[in-house]
């Protein structure tokens, strides 16, 4: 079965450090993988995503992200965190699960990373 | 404007009550989903919705019912029968021959 790590629950950075958040998953195919950020009391809001080609992809707000295969890993990076970059921050992976009614497409998600921003 | 629309942003729940929560999306997307948040477990999938008149469940639908009528809709019901429903609760979109889901803003449900 699919899953997805996220092994830290709470990183807190310095306004201007540089963060990296790590994820890992488990999937037997190629992975569609996703970063979402969640402001408190909000919904989720895309970051990036990878489905295939350069495996370094840029998002939106500064953040990066490389796939590395041969680590399962799917790990997002900003050189410079500002304050309004304090949120929750999400990894899933996509998979498409084949059943009587057909395919269907479906993401499981970590269980998340809290970011916290001193000044 | 174009988006997804979750109300009420707040419910509230009595005991044996059930309870329906909205979502409605004016993106012409033809997959939809329910998500369960809950503190530190990440967004489990409730209920999800290729086409119209058509649903199947997710990792957790004890408890849970859905219709889906019309495109835009995708209502989700929260029953007597799920004895723990206070979380926060996020719908999704996905356009067709795309993998992206979009969100709505959620809705908080509070049992009294």
């Known amino acids: 079965a699919q899953s997805v790590t996220q092994p830290d629950i709470h990183i807190t950075v310095s306004e201007g450090a540089s963060l990296e958040l790590r994820c890992n998953y488990s999937?037997?195919?190629?992975?569609?993988l996703f970063w979402y950020v969640q402001s408190p009391g909000q919904g989720l809001q895309l970051l990036l995503k990878?489905?295939?080609?350069?495996?370094l992809v840029q998002g939106i707000k500064g953040f990066e992200a490389e796939f590395k295969r041969s680590q399962s890993s799917f790990n997002l990076r900003k050189p410079s965190v500002h304050w309004s970059d304090a949120a929750e921050y999400f990894c899933?992976?996509?998979?498409?699960?084949?059943?009587?009614?057909?395919?269907?497409?479906?993401?499981?998600f970590g269980k998340g990373t809290l970011l916290t921003v001193n000044p | 404007d174009g988006g997804i629309t979750q109300s009420p942003k707040y419910l509230f729940r009595k005991e044996g009550q059930n309870v329906t929560l909205s979502c409605e999306q004016n993106?012409?997307?033809?997959?939809m989903y329910w998500y369960r948040q809950d503190p530190g477990q990440g967004l489990r999938l409730i209920y999800y919705?290729?086409?119209?008149?058509?649903?199947q469940k997710g990792d957790i639908a004890e408890g849970y019912s859905v219709s889906r009528e019309k495109k835009e809709s995708f209502p989700l019901t929260v029953t007597s029968a799920q004895k723990n429903p206070t979380a926060f609760y996020l719908c999704?979109?996905?356009?067709?021959?795309?993998?992206?889901?979009?969100f709505g803003p959620g809705t908080r449900l509070l049992v009294l």
């Open positions: 999704a979109s996905t356009p067709v021959g795309e993998e992206t889901q979009y």
């Open positions: 990878y489905f295939s080609g350069d495996t």
């Open positions: 899933a992976v996509g998979r498409i699960e084949d059943n009587s009614g057909g395919s269907n497409y479906k993401l499981t």
């Open positions: 919705s290729q086409i119209v008149n058509d649903f």
């Open positions: 993106l012409n997307h033809d997959a």
């Open positions: 999937y037997g195919a190629t992975p569609y």
